[in-house]
């Protein structure tokens, strides 16, 4: 509920804000527990330094999953050039995220462009004008997934300021991409996995044991085989991706973020 008042703040700006000062005695507002960060930047896109007080991968500093979906659901509230939808949860519970990026007129036109995506894709039916009218008049469709395997941090707590950058950065290529690229974005395939990881790595932070792997599986049944599973779909986690992926939307690509780190330690 907190993440949706606040992104119900942010898209007032600074004078609805100041109308709620208004209306709300000042105890009330102090009971929103808002922090000072959301208050002086309603109506601007918080970047991501600003939200978690420092940049993503910075050393030693993980960002947690409840942290991260705290930012990209502000994201959400704050840019009409991002769409962001919880699209079921993980096997123990934790939201799974699907944030769609383009421009206002694409994100308006959703449905339009999966149904050229899906037709391009299967062109058996289609004559040769409908395939030119497709390839003129769609988008490019790009699906990416990051860090299923949650000890590979990198493409998790990269997420923000990716997307960040494409909702905010106005150079010619960022523009270009906006309006000729719809981008499916996991910012994480594996919640649980994610928040372990961060808390294992927290709690020995500092310690002779910091950086050292998990001594448990992060999955809960298919552990680091959990990749393997797009094979037999036998995991939530995958169900959910391979139905937006496959099923809705199959894109004209598709990047599944992993990352070569020396034993897979932090
Ligand atoms: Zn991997």
Redesign the pocket.
Known sequence: MRFQYLNYLSKLGFFGYAYLVQIFPRTDLNNLSLSIPFVINLGKIVSPEEFYGFKPGTDRKLIRWDKIMEYFWLLDGSSDRIKVEEVGTSTEGNPMLLTYISSPENLGNLDGIREMSWSIAHPEDLDEAEVERIISEGKSVVAMTMS??AS?VGGTQVASDFAYRLLTEEDELTKKIRDNVLLLLFPCANPDGQIMTVDWYRKNLGTEFEGCGLPWLYHKYTG?DN?RDALTLTQVETQIMNKVILKDWFPQAYIDH??MVRHHNV
Do not use: L, V
């Open positions: 299923i395997h590979e680091h990749n992993h990352q």
